[in-house]
């Protein structure tokens, strides 16, 4: 049989980089290099209000939200001219809830997990390689996922660890309360 069945909840968990997360989280890999010739697929279970910190990925992404209330925002480039400068202007949050599909374009900065003070869990779908034409034969390029930490380490031009992580906080920081208002706005905390 040429059918691979894997287990959300019985896959690898996968270590979670503390720069890419703010809060609890738990990752498993349930698809990758070893078991897909194209999707990586994950199961994702964030605690009490956890979101992933701002990034993009090169290919789309899907989202499956399976269990709780989540939220996904994304950021509007076209308003701010840096990451670190954005404002709630620039941020629209959506609700993510359970039995929605939500497509995520590529390159779109965005974030996404549990609602304030909630527990959340999604399984995230996104192709591992894109077919670029070249010259005379189409070459697949193994795709990426930028992460706010190497988007601010390249704003500025440093490899500090301490002040890109004060420079990624404060983003954080901006979210976590535009995430508040917003869940207060559509009363989902008092």
């Given at each position: 049989?040429?059918v ?5 909840y019985?896959?690898?968990e ?8 703010d ?5 498993r ?20 209000g ?29 308003k ?5 400068d ?12 359970v ?5 995520i ?8 997990g ?15 390689f ?13 795709t ?10 390249k704003?500025?031009?440093?490899e ?31």
């Open positions: 049989m040429n691979n069945r894997r287990n959300l019985y896959s690898n996968k270590k979670v980089n503390p720069y890419y997360f809060g609890d989280v738990i990752i890999e349930i698809y990758n290099e070893s078991n897909s010739n194209d999707q990586e697929v994950y199961f994702v279970e964030f605690a009490r956890a979101l992933t910190t701002i990034h993009f990925h090169e290919t789309e992404q899907f989202l499956v939200p399976l269990y709780g209330n989540g939220v996904i925002g994304e950021i509007d480039n076209n701010s001219n840096s990451l670190v954005f404002t709630f202007e620039n941020l629209i949050i959506k609700s993510l809830n039995g929605e599909i939500v497509s374009k590529p390159n779109i900065l965005h974030f996404h549990a609602s304030p003070g909630q527990n959340f869990s999604h399984v995230a779908f996104r192709k591992m894109e077919s670029k034409p070249s010259s005379e034969k189409n070459e697949s390029i193994h990426q996922t930028i992460w706010g930490y190497e988007m601010i380490s704003a500025l031009g440093s500090d660890q301490s002040k890109i992580l004060n420079e990624l906080n404060k983003v954080s920081e901006k979210i976590r309360g535009a995430v508040s208002t917003w869940a207060k706005d559509k009363k989902l905390i008092t």
